[in-house]
């Protein structure tokens, strides 16, 4: 008898077929429909977890043809063995070298305007700064940068990067960064009124930051807006001890920080 292909769809309309990748930890892969790009970070039955650059998590079905790896489309399926270990990483997101010790201290520095600021960068970058050699200081405020920058005399190998709040084009903040930026001077910043608000809503469980009336002071505002006593400094400090990665944190001052540490390591 003659034998018949239950599939009547033409060959030249037919698929081509495309490989099976395990979704293995770690592996980047970009999801064919929204184009969401990330690393797998769990594969369950029927679904994979992607985790993108800022943090976000979206889950996907694991479809054949469902993602692109590289830029070809591929179809990932469930790992056969067990889950390679991840690399531990630091509180920024770098891979952690086990055992590394400090390196000598680069001449090269940044500064940080604002005590709170320089507590936050050392709580989520410090481990890739002593290993880079960088030193953080704390600047008083922006109005003593002009001096800072003359007394620091920055020159090609010993380049200075400084860290202000809430420069936006026309402030005062950005008028003073125009005076003193040089091949050897960055000067960049967040639009946050206050480091504060660089911490994201949801690692307090809060909705959003609240609105402080213009004229009040604005971590008094918060304070108070959010039922919390007037202590500023045990408010930070509670901030503070909610943030755990660099996941706690808006890409607004991410994309800084990783921009200044980058320009004093720069050979």
Request: glycine share 8%.
């Amino acid at each position: 008898m003659r034998s018949y292909n239950p599939d009547l769809t033409p060959p030249w309309k037919r698929s081509a077929p495309v490989p099976e990748v395990p979704a293995d930890r770690d592996l980047v892969v970009e999801e064919a429909t929204t184009g969401f790009c990330g690393a797998v970070i769990r594969c369950e039955a029927g679904t994979v977890t992607l985790e993108d650059r800022f943090g976000k998590h979206r889950v996907f079905p694991l479809e054949p043809r469902g993602f692109l790896l590289e830029g070809r489309p591929v179809t990932l399926v469930r790992p056969s063995g067990p889950a390679p270990s991840r690399p531990a990483r630091t509180a920024s997101g770098s891979i952690a070298v086990p055992g590394a010790r400090a390196r000598v201290a680069r001449a090269g520095r940044i500064y940080v305007e604002g005590r709170h600021d320089a507590e936050l960068v050392e709580r989520v970058w410090g481990d890739d700064l002593r290993i880079e050699g960088v030193v953080v200081e704390y600047l008083e405020g922006v109005d003593d940068l002009p001096a800072v920058v003359a007394e620091f005399a920055p020159a090609p190998d010993a380049r200075l990067g400084v860290l202000v709040d809430h420069l936006v084009t026309g402030s005062k903040e950005s008028r003073i960064a125009a005076q003193v930026s040089s091949p050897d001077v960055l000067v960049v910043g967040h639009p946050y009124i206050d480091i504060w608000q660089a911490v994201k809503p949801s690692a307090l469980g809060i909705p959003s930051w609240p609105t402080v009336p213009r004229g009040q002071d604005w971590k008094t505002g918060i304070c108070r807006a959010l039922g919390w006593p007037d202590n500023t400094g045990a408010a930070w400090q509670h901030i503070l001890s909610r943030v755990t990665s660099y996941k706690d944190l808006e890409p607004e001052l991410l994309g800084r920080v990783e921009e200044l540490i980058d320009f004093v390591t720069a050979p």
